[in-house]
């Protein structure tokens, strides 16, 4: 499964209601299980960022996710492809 990373920002409705954020979040969990993903681990910050960590066949299974869930209004956010050092190599062993 690909990982991926996910930077996201509260918007001000997802503000408004941040004592529903747990809650948001255990549906999101439910949500990524029903389209073949995984939620690895979530973490809210004091910074900028919640940080969520998601496994997913591919960009294909992604993509879909991430839109259903900023489509809510709650949250926005940044989804970034993350490689782990096995994955890295593989790609780097393919520079020429």
Do not use: H
């Not at 918007?11 to 954020?21: A, E, F, L, S, Y």
């Not at 591919?58 to 991430?66: K, R």
């Amino acid at each position: 499964m690909a990982t991926y990373v996910c930077l996201i920002q509260f918007t001000d409705q997802g503000i408004r209601n941040i004592k529903d954020t747990v809650k948001r979040g255990d549906a999101a969990m439910a949500e990524a299980e029903k389209m073949g993903m995984k939620i690895a681990d979530e973490f809210w910050t004091m910074g900028a960022y919640a940080v969520v960590v998601l496994e997913a066949p591919n960009d294909e299974t992604m993509s879909p996710f991430i839109l259903k869930i900023g489509s809510l209004g709650n949250v926005k956010g940044q989804t970034l492809r993350a490689f782990r050092r096995n994955e890295m190599e593989d790609l780097l062993a393919k520079i020429k």
